[in-house]
């Protein structure tokens, strides 16, 4: 029986909830000592594989820091409680406003538990920093976000990855993704998730084709296998990207079509095929009934894609 995913309390946009036990499947099928995510963003994929060791690392300080503080226990499921209770409140009563007193104030010192309820009452729980690193998306617009039902469900997901990170050797760090690769040894697993070519460009999201390369020749030449997330395509285009980089025999496409909830625009909430390239052989989820197959990852030769 698949358990359902471990829900991590932030929210940010190519969030692989739904791809963490496909890629969970991909991972099992090899052996290694300590699995490495240079763009662990929610953490959602290391949180459902449950390495035993892993360096998870992102160049959003915030996002880091939270983790940091949760396996310090520096920031509880009681301290996030609390304060959600309280600033939940003031929410509710002022409105707006309250939003953007503690946008101001994150923005001018920024705490976890700021971030914790900025994610978590802005519009469409985006994670967008403007280019000299200020959050800045706009109020979500319901006073009652933080209603006690909803401060219960964020606490207990809080409570339960704490739990997971105590009973593993897990290093959270602030890192490029060049100096993260640059560590990886063979015994390691690499996950890359990297932001997606020409979308969310904000100041810890510059995303290039001149990085996309230089990560694939990374990952090209790295001593341990890996699965590397990215798009195939939507209604409107194919990442010409794969037939550029991955159209070679020792490399694997997985594809499976995945709908974004998180986005602020129309446009990033059209279905696309969601793509896992590895450098092992990865075969495809057994099929075993329709709902099933609607859900596996289909193998498909990285040129029949050619843009
Ligand atoms: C698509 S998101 C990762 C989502 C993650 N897999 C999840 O499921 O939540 C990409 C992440 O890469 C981070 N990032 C962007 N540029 C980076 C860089 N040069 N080095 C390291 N991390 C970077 C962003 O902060 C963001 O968290």
Not at 79 to 98: C, D, M, N, Q, W
Not at 111 to 122: E, G, M, V
Not at 214 to 240: D, M, V, Y
Request: aromatic share 12%; net charge negative.
């Amino acid at each position: 029986m698949n358990l359902p995913p471990l829900v991590p309390p932030l929210k940010c946009q190519g969030i692989k909830t739904k791809l963490a036990g496909e890629i969970k499947r991909l991972a099992d099928s090899q052996e290694f000592d300590r699995w490495i995510e240079p763009f662990c963003g929610s953490c959602v994929v290391a949180l459902n594989v449950q390495p035993k060791r892993a360096l998870l690392s992102d160049s959003n300080i915030h996002i880091i820091r939270l983790y940091q503080e949760i396996q310090s226990g520096d920031l509880t499921p009681a301290s996030a409680k609390a304060f959600l209770v309280e600033e939940g409140e003031k929410l509710r009563t002022i409105g707006e406003p309250h939003f953007y007193a503690v946008r101001e104030r994150f923005n001018a010192r920024p705490t976890s538990l700021d971030f914790l309820f900025l994610n978590r009452s802005c519009f469409n729980g985006v994670m967008r920093f403007n280019r000299h690193g200020k959050f800045n998306v706009p109020y979500g617009h319901k006073p009652e976000r933080f209603a006690q039902a909803y401060v219960t469900k964020i606490t207990n997901q809080i409570g339960r990855i704490a739990e997971v990170i105590s009973v593993c050797d897990w290093t959270f760090a602030v890192a490029d993704f060049r100096q993260t690769l640059a560590s990886a040894q063979p015994g390691d697993f690499v996950y890359a998730d990297p932001p997606y070519a020409a979308r969310h460009v904000d100041y810890f999201n510059s995303w290039s084709e001149a990085d996309e390369t230089e990560l694939g020749n990374r990952l090209k030449q790295l001593p341990c296998p890996f699965i590397l997330s990215t798009w195939h395509s939507n209604e409107f285009r194919t990442n010409a990207m794969i037939e550029q980089n991955w159209n070679d025999p020792r490399f694997h496409l997985l594809t499976r079509e995945h709908f974004y909830h998180v986005g602020s625009t129309e446009d990033l909430r059209h279905p696309m095929i969601e793509a896992l390239i590895t450098n092992f052989p990865a075969k495809p989820a057994q099929w075993e009934h329709e709902e099933a197959e609607q859900l596996a990852f289909m193998e498909r030769p990285a040129k029949e894609y050619s843009a």
